[in-house]
């Protein structure tokens, strides 16, 4: 299976690809990606600087483009996937049905792989990619069980990427409007859940709240350590009682169910985390490099050092299989 590295700038591109990763995914420095925060993502010099250092080391570039373009913004997002193809990438990630059909019909050799924010989970909803722009993957959502990752792998025309580790989104990808609902920004067309210039740190000698725009998201106790404020992880008080009423802090991690995963036809596993630093990209790419090693020779087990080393780069430092393991199902 391939090793699928994200890449906030150039220094994680090239920590992910000397650490083991077959393919770095990035995105350009405007809200035509999911990550669109200040000092992160990819100039028109070091997208350059980034393929080259990729290609000539025989790894893959994929461009994300995949937030909804606004009326007002269409020409920003026809010329991120001009510039894509100028760039000689080896795919653009694409959720928005009016980008496809003008990848697909300007640049028929670009290869388009359908964003998770696209939200396809159905054989129906992939044909449909498919026939109509003939896209070549598809990433899934993270809200699937293995069983329904095995059923939609089955009846794919495409081949098939699934999340392997990072940040869970609990909402419907693509569709989560939390966090404009509170800051008039929306992940989906300016592409950052959590804007920092709506967050807020205010401490005081026993606690630190933290706000986005005018909503408290949390309050830790003094040595208590804080995650940035999101706002489906965040504490509120409800009927009495105060907890992570919709989800807790936690990172996926599917190592435990990694020979399941190539079992039922996953051809690429995808790490989360453009906006994280180079030491966690450092982590993750060497963690899933070796686990990827170990079960391509066949005799996979995973080890407590890589769990330990995935955890410490966690949200809340803890992980889950997320939706992967329905013991209802
Ligand atoms: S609020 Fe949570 S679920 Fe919604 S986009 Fe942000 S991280 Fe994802």
């Not at 928005?96 to 697909?104: P, Q, R, S």
């Not at 804080?226 to 936690?250: D, I, W």
Request: hydrophobic share 35%; proline share 4%.
């Amino acid at each position: 299976m391939e090793l699928v590295c994200p890449a906030g700038n150039l220094p994680s591109l090239k920590t992910a690809i000397d650490n083991g990763a077959d393919t770095v995914y990035i995105g350009f420095a405007d809200d035509t990606n999911a990550r669109h925060f200040a000092g992160l993502n990819f100039n028109e010099q070091r997208s350059v600087q980034g393929v080259e250092y990729a290609h000539s080391r025989g790894k893959k570039v994929y461009v994300a483009i995949n937030t909804y373009p606004q009326p007002s913004g269409w020409q920003r997002w026809i010329e991120a996937i001009d510039r894509a193809n100028r760039l000689g990438v080896d795919a653009v990630i694409l959720a928005d049905i009016g980008l496809m059909e003008y990848a697909a019909s300007k640049y028929p050799d670009l290869n388009l792989h359908l964003s998770v924010q696209g939200s396809a989970t159905s054989h129906e909803a992939l044909d449909f990619y498919y026939q109509n722009f003939n896209i070549k993957r598809a990433v899934l959502p993270r809200v699937l069980s293995v069983a329904q990752v095995k059923k939609a792998i089955d009846s794919s025309p495409v081949d098939i990427e699934v999340f392997g580790f990072g940040s869970l989104c609990v909402m419907v990808e693509g569709r989560c409007i939390l966090s404009s609902y509170v800051t008039g920004r929306s992940p989906n067309t300016y592409g950052a859940c959590s804007p920092a210039s709506h967050v807020e740190y205010v401490e005081n000698d026993i606690k630190l709240e933290t706000r986005l725009g005018d909503v408290l998201i949390d309050a830790y106790k003094k040595d208590e350590p804080a995650g940035y404020p999101t706002l489906c992880k965040g504490r509120f008080e409800s009927r009495g009682n105060t907890y992570y009423a919709l989800e807790e802090p936690t990172s996926l991690n599917t190592l435990e169910i990694l020979p399941q995963l190539k079992d039922i036809g996953v051809v690429a596993i995808k790490i989360e985390g453009r906006q994280r630093s180079p030491a966690y990209i450092e982590t993750v790419a060497k963690t899933w490099s070796a686990a990827l090693i170990q079960l391509e020779q066949g005799n996979y087990q995973t080890k407590n050092e890589w769990n330990q080393a995935l955890s410490q780069v966690s949200e809340g430092f803890q992980t889950t299989l997320g939706a992967y393991h329905r013991s209802w199902q």
